[in-house]
């Protein structure tokens, strides 16, 4: 009852699971300042309770007793500049944000937000402000022999503070939008998304060995509807694992995280023994969804900003920034093989599988990490050479049952490009890395294959 006085925007973060609430307050520009409004609040009090009660001024230096008329004078001028800095501040911040929505990916704003670095700038200026906001409405009033000691002391230091964090701002601001810094966090944001949500949530429980999947309950399956539209958000797939096996049911899961799900689509099924005993609710509510997409659980999205970054480059004919998206692209694919078992089976403590995924595959993370560049790229051979030695090095290191999937890939690539049309360097190099992608995954007897369409009838024409 009590929240339906609270206005939507804030009632929306109680309305959240603990793990969602916390990552979207991060991406908020108002949660740092409002901590460091609390703590500037905090801070007025105890200098006026030193200044006007204890009488700090009979154990201070003489030069830092300042007369109450000094102490407004000072106090009223630091508002000003404090304020200034302030403005600039957003200025640049709102700069910044233009560039990364129109150069880059307007889906980057909110890491630049995010960044902590970002909201502890916001939040001293925001709490240099209210501090001497405040500070002067107390000491307004003030006798003219009062004597102030602590509130000149800490203006003037918040002062000199706010003038440093301006400076370290700006310079924040201009290295994070360097394009190799911005596709270093980005494929950072996404190997983090690996480890912390997909490997921690379901690794452990991920088994090849699918068991008993008890068949024949599965002809009485029931299938639960969406109630409502939205992007999956989340899922708990710990507490799901821990009621199948406590109701001793299967789950089967029809959409995954990232997915965008119509109310009235079958949104997942079970069946099992205890199937017609199961509360679908309890089960609905371990599922969170949204009118937009969240990088808690979805590598997808951390992928898609980094090939959206090739693209922009590609379309503003900017291949050096490609290349160097399509090296961490190349990084990131590694930490997929590393950290994901591509397996859709969750077990319990008993081996017993209980939640079965939308089946991922490496080929699924090799098509939304480098297809959707390629696809862009079209017959840019400098972008699709970048593409075939990253693919080359990729099979260096990965584990070699990936092999036949980057081969395919890379024949696949090969097989759209315009042979025929093509610079005699550019084909040399670009078949140079073919040749080293087919040695490294072992493939070299269909290497001829692919160097007979650029020789001898490339160039026929010159």
Not at 211 to 225: I, R, S
Not at 309 to 328: C, F, L, M, R, V
Not at 395 to 401: K, N, R, T
Request: glycine fraction near 4%.
């Amino acid at each position: 009852m009590f929240l339906n006085f609270i206005p939507m925007e804030i009632r929306k973060y109680f309305q959240m699971s603990k793990r969602q609430r916390k990552h979207e307050m991060q991406m908020t520009l108002w949660y740092m300042p409002a901590f460091y409004i609390l703590i500037s609040v905090i801070l007025v009090a105890i200098t006026l309770f030193l200044d006007l009660q204890i009488g700090l001024e009979e154990v201070a230096p003489s030069m830092l007793q300042i007369q109450a008329s000094v102490t407004r004078t000072l106090v009223s001028t630091l508002i000003g500049g404090i304020l200034t800095l302030s403005a600039f501040t957003l200025n640049s911040l709102l700069v910044v944000l233009t560039t990364f929505s129109g150069q880059f990916s307007p889906r980057m704003l909110l890491n630049f937000v995010s960044d902590r670095q970002t909201q502890h700038a916001l939040g001293i200026f925001n709490g240099s402000f209210v501090y001497v906001l405040l500070a002067f409405l107390f000491i307004g009033n003030a006798s003219t022999d009062t004597i102030f000691v602590a509130t000149p002391v800490i203006t003037v230091a918040l002062a000199f503070t706010t003038a440093i964090v301006f400076i370290y701002f700006i310079n924040h601001a201009t290295t994070w939008m360097q394009v190799h810094n911005i596709t270093y966090t980005m494929k950072n944001v996404s190997k983090k998304i690996i480890y912390d949500s997909l490997r921690k949530d379901l690794d452990e429980h991920r088994t090849r060995n699918p068991g008993d999947l008890k068949e024949e309950e599965q002809k009485d399956k029931h299938h639960v509807l969406a109630r409502r539209s939205g992007y999956l958000q989340t899922v708990d797939y710990n507490a799901m694992i821990n009621e199948a096996r406590n109701d001793d049911v299967i789950i089967q899961l029809h959409f995954q995280v990232g997915d965008y799900v119509l109310a009235g689509n079958e949104f997942f099924s079970f069946w099992g023994p205890g199937a017609s005993e199961v509360e679908e609710s309890k089960y609905y509510d371990m599922f969170e969804l949204g009118h937009k997409e969240t990088e808690i659980q979805d590598l997808q999205m951390g992928m898609h900003k980094l090939a959206e970054i090739a693209i922009k480059a590609i379309g503003n004919d900017d291949p050096k920034t490609a290349s160097n998206t399509i090296h961490q692209m190349s990084e990131l694919m590694l930490s997929v093989d590393s950290y994901i078992t591509f397996s859709p089976y969750l077990a319990d403590d008993h081996k017993q599988v209980r939640v079965i995924l939308k089946e991922e595959t490496f080929d699924y993370y090799l098509y939304r990490g480098f297809g959707f560049i390629r696809h862009y790229a079209k017959d840019n051979h400098l972008v699709i050479t970048d593409i075939m030695a990253s693919l080359a090095k990729v099979a260096e290191s990965i584990d070699v049952s990936k092999h036949d999937k980057l081969w395919e890939f890379g024949c696949n690539t090969m097989d759209h490009i315009e042979h025929e049309v093509i610079y005699e360097l550019d084909k040399t190099f670009l078949l140079r890395e073919v040749y080293n992608l087919a040695k490294v995954t072992d493939h070299l007897n269909e290497y001829p294959r692919i160097e007979s369409k650029f020789f001898p009838s490339a160039n026929k024409n010159t």
